[in-house]
């Protein structure tokens, strides 16, 4: 992976720039160069160029002793900016009257002091794990030089901005591991809060039940305090030593199918905390093996997506991505009975989960269960296309349909393609999963170096 312009994770850039070493402008001019460099190709929206002239004079004067002042940040192309287009990564909305105000979210971000440096492109309508955009191009993952391999999506963008340092923040969503995905897959940190924390007002929808305002970042601290932010709240965080946790590892479907690379992060991620004297248990947690069933008329995003869409994507689905408009439209065959007993079977399926992991401070798993691999094979294949997508969000999903909280962040080795580690739990369990996010992160940066 290149080198980002300026070193650290946002901490060390805001510490930077207190003690003077660092100004603002420079940061921001060091930003749009990365953005406008051919790793961030198909990074941006067309009409979205990073722009430090025009993110300076966004940002609140006086800000100084903001939280994200000075910090540039990235803006998924899902999200109400005043005077911009929300296009969704889609054609058919790319004319559309540009918003009147700024999501929450945004706003949130802004009023902390962080500079809006561009749209980041995206999956059309947010409807795939994959990356892959027909309309404006795929953001390449950095991570490899010598191959051009899927980012994740569907925060492709974002992700790219903030692994190749065009942002020290990635305003994204998770609907099913639209942020971990991308994060597991280009190295960064991705946090998935429990959905409720975060407005989604004035975020384009794809499952109303499923949708997260969350970002990514560059390490564990910034996730926090980004998520502080976006929820308008304080994490409290105990520092309790790995010592101090009980962890579950999911012996079912979880760790199925592993590349050998994700396999060797896994296990090796999993004898460092060991050794940290973090107290390990598989448990086999058979409920997720339902969900196929649960499921199997087609899901909550499905149903959702196509009641936002059912008149446009009948008027306009020739300027569909098809593979989205497959998925979109798998949600007219739906009854209302159908979404009742889905909604239903959710409810007593969380119930049940959140039984089982009683007692755990979380759960460990692979991210995803596969490095990113490369573009090529997947643009026109379909077949392969929809083969790795369902292995893409099939760990991932399952903290959506539960209703929970998730992290992923890097656990490979220098050398190998990135692999995410995730950990999880049920919801409003938050503030516990990046407590003991930040001890794991830690753990796995001080094993590298012995």
Not at 268 to 282: P, T
Not at 424 to 443: G, K, R, T
Request: one cysteine or more.
């Amino acid at each position: 992976m290149s080198q980002p312009p300026f070193p650290g994770d946002l901490h060390a850039v805001r510490q930077a720039l207190q003690a003077g070493h660092l100004q603002a402008p420079d940061i921001l001019a060091q930003a749009a160069l990365a953005a406008q460099s051919e790793a961030c190709r198909h990074v941006f929206m067309p009409d979205s160029p990073a722009n430090p002239a025009e993110t300076v004079k966004d940002t609140p004067s006086g800000n100084a002793g903001l939280a994200l002042a000075g910090i540039p940040v990235s803006v998924k192309d899902l999200f109400d900016v005043a005077g911009q287009v929300t296009a969704a990564g889609s054609k058919v909305l790319a004319q559309a009257a540009p918003a009147q105000a700024d999501c929450p979210a945004v706003a949130r971000l802004k009023a902390a002091g962080a500079a809006l440096v561009g749209r980041t492109n995206m999956v059309e309508f947010a409807f795939s794990g994959v990356g892959i955009n027909p309309h404006y191009g795929t953001p390449v993952n950095p991570a490899d030089p010598a191959t051009a391999r899927i980012p994740g999506g569907s925060s492709s963008g974002a992700a790219v901005s903030v692994a190749t340092g065009a942002a020290l923040v990635g305003l994204g969503s998770d609907t099913g591991g639209s942020i971990r995905i991308p994060a597991a897959l280009c190295g960064i940190v991705g946090f998935k809060s429990t959905a409720r924390l975060v407005p989604t007002t004035g975020a384009l929808p794809l499952s109303t039940s499923l949708d997260t305002i969350c970002a990514l970042t560059r390490s564990v601290r910034d996730a926090v305090t980004v998520h502080e932010v976006l929820a308008a709240r304080q994490v409290g965080l105990t520092g309790k030593p790995l010592s101090g946790h009980r962890l579950a590892v999911a012996g079912t479907l979880m760790q199925d199918a592993l590349s050998r690379t994700v396999a060797q992060a896994f296990e090796r991620s999993l004898q460092v905390l060991r050794e940290a004297g973090a107290k390990i248990v598989e448990i086999p947690l058979g409920e997720i093996t339902e969900l196929a069933a649960i499921n199997a008329t087609g899901g909550l995003s499905a149903a959702e997506s196509y009641a936002w869409h059912r008149k446009l994507i009948a008027e306009h689905q020739a300027g569909y991505d098809p593979r989205v408009a497959l998925r979109i439209l798998r949600g007219a065959s739906m009854s209302a009975a159908d979404y009742i007993d889905l909604l239903a079977a959710r409810k007593d399926w969380i119930t049940r989960m959140e039984a089982r992991l009683d007692g755990f401070d979380a759960v460990l798993s692979p991210t995803v269960p596969l490095v990113a691999p490369p573009i090529a094979g997947l643009l026109s294949d379909d077949t392969e296309f929809f083969r790795v997508n369902g292995l893409l969000l099939r760990n991932t999903s399952v903290v959506n349909m539960l209703d929970g909280c998730a992290i992923s962040l890097p656990c490979h080795t220098p050398g190998q393609l990135p692999v995410g580690l995730m950990l999880w739990h049920s919801a409003l369990h938050d503030d516990a999963v990046l407590d003991l996010a930040l001890q794991v992160e830690a753990a796995l940066a001080q094993s590298l170096q012995q």
